[in-house]
Structure formats: C-alpha cells, structure tokens
C-alpha cells in the first residue's frame, strides 16, 4: 500500500515565485524568508515522495465567481502553470498521478464528498510556489508526481474547517489502501494571517500566527473547533485560507512531531512561514 511521508504546510503567496524568477531569493528582502526553506527542502529529498497531494485555492485565474466548486478533484496527466499576469513562468508543467487521483476521487464519493472532478485545468500560484519552496526549481521535470485538490476559499460559504479536517481523513484512507508502494507527501497551503481587502486591509496577527506554527501539530482540537467567521477574525479574511492545512493535519496520525516551523512578518502583505510534520 502507499505510505505517507509526512506533512508539510507553506504559504502560497504570489509573489515568492516572482522573486524566485527574478533571482531575488538571495538578496537582503527575501533571504530571510527563503532560508526557513533549505531544511524542508533537504527533509523532502531525503523522504523521496513518489506523489505529492496539494491542497490549495485557486485565486480566481482559472476559476471565477460564476461557478466555484466547493471542493475539486485534479484527474489529468498534467496541469500547466497559469499565467496569473507577470508573463509565463520558466518552470516545468507538474505531471499528474492520475491513477491515485482517480481512486482518491472514487473514495471521496464513496465518503460523500462529491468534488469536482477537473480532467483539464491549469494551476495557480496556489501549487506553483508551495512545490517550487519543498522541491527547488526543476531543470526538466518535477521530481514527484502532483493531486491537486482545491478549496473554495475565495467566496463565502467556504466550507468548515470540521469539513475539511474530515476530508484529511478521507485522503489518509486512501493513500492507506491504494495498492503498490507510492510515498506520498500531503502539502497544505494558504495564509497565514493576511487581508487584502476591506477596512482591514494590511491585517497581520503576528501572535495568532506563531501560536498556529507551534500547536497545529500537537493540538489541532485548539483549530478544528473554531468556526469559519473565527478564521476570519482571527487570521483575516484571506487568511482563512489556513483551513486548507486542516486537510493535511487531519490526514496525519493524532501524534505527530514538528521537525521544524519557520515564521516571517511580514512577507509582502502577509505573515508567512511553513511547517514539517512526521508521524509518530
Ligand atoms: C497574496 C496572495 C495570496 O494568495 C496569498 O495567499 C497571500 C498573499 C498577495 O497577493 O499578497
Ligand atoms: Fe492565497
């Protein structure tokens, strides 16, 4: 049966993957962000995932207001990167796995989950930045295969952060039953704290933030109980985009251990960071 490896979470934000195709990882703004990376990057080679599942949102480039699924299922043999308007990205298409996509597709409407279920469609920055920080920046090819799950994060009702605790389940029963001997790293993605829009636009909860890197794996309980308008409170409104590593947390053992967490504030508008979770 296949294995997971473990879980990792990161922000998403767009403009990590313009400093990267702009060389400015290095340089005095971003260095402090990228280096909380190198040892997740050196924890992901040495784990050698077979299939990395990323669970992440779109941001309105290749789904829009008129039709939003709740949740959706990537079936397809490839997914191009968009382009999201600073022009195509040097970086490789990600090459599905369409075998584990199909059987955690069957699972989940086994569990009545219902996703939709996305045979051809581009991604984000959403999966773009997330694989690039775990993996560094392929000359050819990625070296995993990618399921991209999505999240309605973008448009209320975004479903609860219960909902998507349950559906960490599901994928865990699905990796636990697919036949051969994949290894499978689970990547949830999204804020941590930040709003881009309204009267609060620029919010940032510093306190919120780290107290999330510190306890998300020794005491999800303290996260799954709070409702989606908490998430919104708490953490912003585009930083409820952080019920998306409720997915990986639940998919993972009730014990985990945290390898490592790493917190930068801010990073363009948002408080930034990633964990690396290992079952117990
Ligand atoms: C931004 C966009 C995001 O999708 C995100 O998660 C964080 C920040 C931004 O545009 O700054
Ligand atoms: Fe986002």
Redesign the pocket.
């Known amino acids: 049966m296949a294995h997971l490896v473990g879980g990792l979470g990161t922000?998403?934000?767009?403009?990590i993957g313009v400093a990267l195709d702009r060389g400015q990882d290095t340089g005095d703004e971003w260095k402090p962000f990228f280096d909380g990376y190198d040892f997740p990057k050196s924890w992901v080679a040495e784990q050698k995932p077979d299939i990395a599942v990323v669970i992440f949102n779109d941001?309105g480039n290749v789904m829009f207001l008129d039709r939003l699924p709740t949740f959706a299922l990537g079936v397809a043999e490839r997914y191009e990167p968009v382009d999201e308007g600073w022009g195509p990205r040097d970086i490789p298409d990600f090459e599905g796995a369409e075998d584990f996509s199909w059987f955690l597709a069957d699972k989940m409407v086994e569990r009545h989950f219902d996703p939709m279920i996305a045979r051809e469609i581009e991604v984000d920055?959403?999966l773009q930045v997330p694989m690039e920080l775990f993996f560094g920046r392929p000359i050819e090819a990625w070296p995993v295969r990618v399921v991209p799950i999505w999240v309605n994060t973008l448009q209320y009702p975004i479903p609860t952060p219960q909902r998507c605790w349950e559906l960490g389940k599901v994928l865990r029963e699905a990796i636990d039953t697919f036949p051969g001997d994949d290894r499978v790293v689970v990547m949830g993605t999204?804020?941590l704290s930040?709003q881009?829009q309204g009267a609060r636009a620029g919010f940032i909860n510093r306190d919120a933030d780290r107290e999330w890197l510190e306890t998300i794996g020794s005491n999800p309980e303290r996260w799954t109980s709070m409702s989606r308008e908490d998430y919104v409170e708490v953490f912003g409104s585009?930083g409820a985009?952080l019920i998306m590593w409720l997915v990986m947390r639940g998919c993972m053992n009730s014990k985990v251990s945290l390898k490592h967490k790493h917190y930068v504030v801010p990073t363009?508008?948002?408080g930034a960071g990633c964990v690396v979770l290992e079952n117990c």
């Not at 922000?11 to 403009?15: A, G, K, R, T, V």
């Open positions: 922000s998403h934000i767009p403009s941001h920055h959403g999204g804020g930040h881009l585009e985009e363009s508008m948002t």
